[in-house]
């Protein structure tokens, strides 16, 4: 009866359904039309829900959303809006990620600014002035979600292309290096700055402890503990690809590269006791500084750089160094930089959850024109992301 009674003033009961028209609009468009939208590429794109009242899952109005339904005062088993609304607040936040956890993240464009077409068959890079939406993330890496986003750690730096070949994806850091060589390394290195497992305090004498044992994991260690460990907020680092890749042309002609962001106005980074201020002061420090730059209407740019090393001169031998570890950079000198694009970023995401949260980067998402080197770290990270991501995530992924 009390039922029936909250129906007559169901919230919205009587709207004309039209309101509810762009919540399915474009239930058959494919990923490129979706994500154009979203990215801010195309007008109109707002994706969220934003209808005058509120409904269950399949778009149906709640009958009384602040109520639900009972005999004598009891919740009875066939409220099935009652059921749905609490499950699906269990299960609304997703397992942090294992490493990365803390990050935000924006859309944007990449430009090609230069003619890299003899060198790849990509085709978002055959012209000069084509610009492909994309959508990146930056993170802390070992501290967990909600920790201060400005504290000592490298940052990771990675770049989702929407491409008319599908999408691409770049998962590097603001470090050119990484602290292993070898994948078996990996969890070690994490665990090393991670907390201690026996009182999940931060322990800095097993990073140590790592780093004293691995000694080609000392470049990245530096890295951390100078400034670049405390750059002043996503916006003011440059950013790597890390790894050495292949771009292949249209005669399967290739050459290897390595990937050079940037950021427009420079690197800036902060002092161990400024770090510490403001991540006491302000634990989203990093993502607000994002936040507010592109709600100001500012766009944030990065310059992307390749360095080029023909195959004939990817030689350890000759070189002195193998050009697969990715705890080595190449020399600049003898491998320069090379302009070919920019990344633009310039629109907020719409929904945190479903734009950052559900986002899953893996090395594996190559589009060709772009393939994989034999960098032994590169090729296990080809796999383990997306395993990951089935773990975090489920098999249903933003990707
Ligand atoms: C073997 C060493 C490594 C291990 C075990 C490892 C592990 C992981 C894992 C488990 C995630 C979370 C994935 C997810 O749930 O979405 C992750 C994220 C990430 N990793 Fe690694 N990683 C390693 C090396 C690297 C290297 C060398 C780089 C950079 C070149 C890197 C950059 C990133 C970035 C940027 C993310 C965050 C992606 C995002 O924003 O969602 N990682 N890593």
């Known amino acids: 009866m009390e039922t029936m009674k909250s129906m007559s003033r169901a919230v919205g009961a009587g709207e004309p359904r039209g309101n509810r028209m762009s919540h399915m609009m474009s239930a058959n468009e494919g990923p490129m039309d979706i994500i ?11 994706r969220e829900d934003d209808g005058p009242y509120f409904t269950n899952n399949e778009g149906i109005p709640l009958p009384d959303p602040e109520h639900s339904k009972t005999i004598g005062g009891i919740p009875i088993a066939s409220d099935v809006h009652l059921f749905q609304k609490q499950q699906h607040f269990n299960r609304s936040k997703l397992a942090e990620r294992a490493v990365h956890p803390c990050g935000s993240g924006a859309f944007g464009y990449f430009e090609t600014t230069a003619d890299v077409s003899d060198m790849t068959k990509a085709d978002f890079l055959q012209h000069v002035g084509a610009k492909t939406p994309i959508f990146m993330r930056f993170s802390t890496v070992t501290l967990g979600r909600e920790f201060p986003d400005e504290a000592r750690n490298p940052r990771g730096f990675a770049i989702k292309f929407y491409t008319g070949e599908g999408n691409y994806d770049i998962v590097g850091l603001n470090f050119p290096v990484f602290f ?95 770090a510490i201020r403001i991540s006491g002061e302000n634990p989203d420090y990093s993502k607000m500084q994002l936040w507010d730059a592109i709600e100001a209407g500012e766009e944030v740019e990065w310059t992307a750089k390749v360095q080029i090393m023909k195959p004939e001169e990817a030689d350890a031998e000759k070189l002195g160094f193998d050009p697969f570890d990715v705890t080595k950079v190449w020399p600049r000198k003898e491998f320069p930089m090379h302009e070919f694009g920019k990344l633009v970023l310039n629109k907020n995401p719409e929904n945190y959850h479903r734009d950052v949260e559900q986002a899953a980067f893996s090395p594996g998402s190559m589009v060709p024109g772009i393939e994989d080197s034999p960098d032994p770290l590169l090729q296990f990270r080809m796999f383990f992301y997306r395993d990951a991501q089935y773990h975090r995530i489920g098999m249903i992924l933003r990707l």
């Not at 154009?36 to 707002?46: P, R």
């Not at 990073?207 to 004293?212: E, V």
């Not at 000392?218 to 951390?224: K, T, V």
């Not at 680092?237 to 290739?254: L, P």
């Open 36 to 46: 154009a939208k979203v990215s801010g590429h195309v007008k109109n794109g707002i």
């Open 180 to 274: 292993c060589r070898d994948p078996i390394q990996g969890p070690d290195v994490i665990r090393s700055q991670a907390r201690n497992p026996k009182n999940f305090f931060l322990d800095y004498d097993a990073t140590f402890d790592l780093l004293g044992a691995t000694p080609e994991g000392n470049h990245a260690g530096l890295m951390f503990f100078s400034d670049h460990g405390t750059p002043d907020g996503w916006i003011n680092e440059h950013g790597y690809g890390c790894h050495a890749f292949k771009w292949v042309n249209k005669k399967g002609e290739f050459v290897y590269i390595k990937y050079h962001f940037l950021a427009k106005h420079g690197q800036k980074q902060l002092t161990e006791p400024e």
